[in-house]
Nanobody, 128 residues
Framework: QVQLVESGGGLVQAGGSLRLSCAGSGRTSSAYAMGWFRQAPGKEREFVSAIMWKNGRTYYADSVKGRFTISRDNARNTGYLQMNSLKPEDSAVYYC?????????????????????WGQGTQVTVSS
């Protein structure tokens, strides 16, 4: 079984940066991909970015492309989301998730229903 714990959220001004971490434990070798999603109050949880654990291929939502960078450290079973040029509309609870199913295309990593394990979330608030 895989467990995930996010950290690194906080309050930042518009234009600032934050780096989120997602520490995995348990049978992390069974995960094919790690994704980041976010959920703002009153809105559905939406895809942000994802990365394949073995080959490092990445996929981003259009809204964060060029501003956010996803990465992973396989040795530490930890994934990261570097968020730059933050905007107030980026404010949300950010969740990391593990996809335990074989991933055939980067675009497939954007499908929320694929993910089997979720962290508890970390709050990101961007002030204007």
């Amino acid at each position: 079984q895989v467990q995930l714990v996010e950290s690194g959220g906080g309050l930042v001004q518009a234009g600032g940066s934050l780096r989120l971490s997602c520490a995995g434990s348990g049978r992390t070798s069974s995960a094919y991909a790690m994704g980041w999603f976010r959920q703002a109050p009153g809105k559905e949880r939406e895809f942000v970015s994802a990365i394949m654990w073995k080959n490092g291929r990445t996929y981003y939502a259009d809204s964060v492309k060029g501003r956010f960078t996803i990465s992973r450290d396989n040795a530490r079973n930890t994934g990261y989301l570097q968020m730059n040029s933050l905007k107030p509309e980026d404010s949300a609870v950010y969740y990391c998730a593990a996809d335990l199913n074989p991933v055939l295309t980067p675009q497939a990593m954007g499908i929320k229903a694929r993910y089997d394990v979720w962290g508890q979330g970390t709050q990101v608030t961007v002030s204007s």
